[in-house]
């Protein structure tokens, strides 16, 4: 007999003996039982994790959002009563476009720090410049210096329907509309990707179809 099959012998001895089932059972239930466990208990704690990430971004988006959407709101509140030349309603909504416009100002880097983790650095800082160089400053600062020359044509009783046409105002806003959804979408789309571990393989893929949404959605018109 080989000591290959006397181990086999050995082994069906083993498992003939009354504490065999015992103490395999002992293993299939406590120890393998607690590591299968422990294993599904850790992938909980990490779904939980990504999950918590995720609505903490969304909010941070939404609130980014919000901001934007009452600066563009009342911007189009305003540019309607001038374009009626109610001097009235002119006075109150401008009053309530700056309020916003400095809301947006006091209230934005917070939200969109809140956002960062959502962003790799150098997207981070991209989406940063873009919000304030292309969407603001490009399009509703000019909106904002046409407004207040419209203002004064009102007061002088000046034609305000030519002033509107020559600072582009309607032009204006409805660029900052196209490029504030086209920044948010993506800032909330990456998100996204972030918190399921595939940002950089997501940027490079959609690298492309970023860079001509942002070039169509928010390049100044010449």
Known sequence: MNEETKEMKSLVEILKHPLANVVIGFLLTGVLGTTITQYYLALREKHKAQYELTVARKESIAAL????????????????????????????????FNDAALR??????????????????????????????????????????????????????????TKLKTCRARENLASARACSRVLLDMLY??????????????????????????????????
């Open 104 to 161: 947006w100002q006091i209230e934005k880097p917070a939200t969109l720090l809140a956002a960062r983790e959502a962003l790799p650095e150098e997207v981070y800082l991209q989406f940063r410049d873009h919000l304030d160089t292309q969407f603001r400053d490009a399009f509703l600062v000019p909106f904002g210096k046409c407004m207040e020359s419209a203002v004064v044509e009102i007061r002088d009783g000046s034609d305000v329907a």
């Open 189 to 222: 789309e990456i998100s996204g990707y972030t918190v399921a571990e595939k940002t950089e393989q997501a940027l490079q893929i959609n690298q492309q179809k970023y860079r001509a949404e942002l070039h169509e959605a928010c390049s100044t018109p010449m």
């Open 65 to 96: 959002a919000t901001l934007n959407a009452e600066y563009l709101a009342r911007a189009g509140m305003l540019l309607a009563a001038v374009e009626r030349g109610d001097k009235t309603q002119v006075q109150e909504r401008r009053s309530a």
